[in-house]
């Protein structure tokens, strides 16, 4: 079983910065893909950013030049770090890790006013 961790988010206005974080637990995720995803009120999840287990990243194309996905293997951790936020960015936002089984966290809401 792996628990994952979501905090970090909250409210900021356009322009501003957030970093948020997804703490592992149960098992250690070094090794494995993380990814970010993100719902937006009455739309779909929808992919932000993975970072793989050799330290590869990809971004959708919304949020790429601004966003940053990194981890931190000794904390059994993964962030994302947010720059030049837009209110488009207000979301839910969710870590997801799949070993053997979908895990997701519980989500940390980011909202940016405009």
């Known amino acids: 079983q792996v628990q994952l961790v979501e905090s970090g988010g909250g409210l900021v206005q356009a322009g501003g910065s957030l970093r948020l974080s997804c703490a592992a637990s149960g098992r250690t995720v070094s090794s494995y893909p993380v990814n970010w995803f993100r719902q937006a009120p009455g739309k779909e999840r929808e992919f932000v950013a993975r970072?793989?287990?050799?330290?590869?990243?990809l971004y959708a194309d919304s949020v790429k030049g601004r966003f940053t996905i990194s981890r931190d293997n000794a904390k059994n951790t993964v962030y994302l770090q947010m720059n030049s936020l837009k209110p488009e960015d207000t979301a839910v936002y969710y870590c997801y890790v799949n070993i053997a089984n979908a895990y997701w966290g519980q989500g940390t809401q980011v909202t940016v006013s405009s």
């Open positions: 970072i793989s287990g050799s330290g590869s990243t």
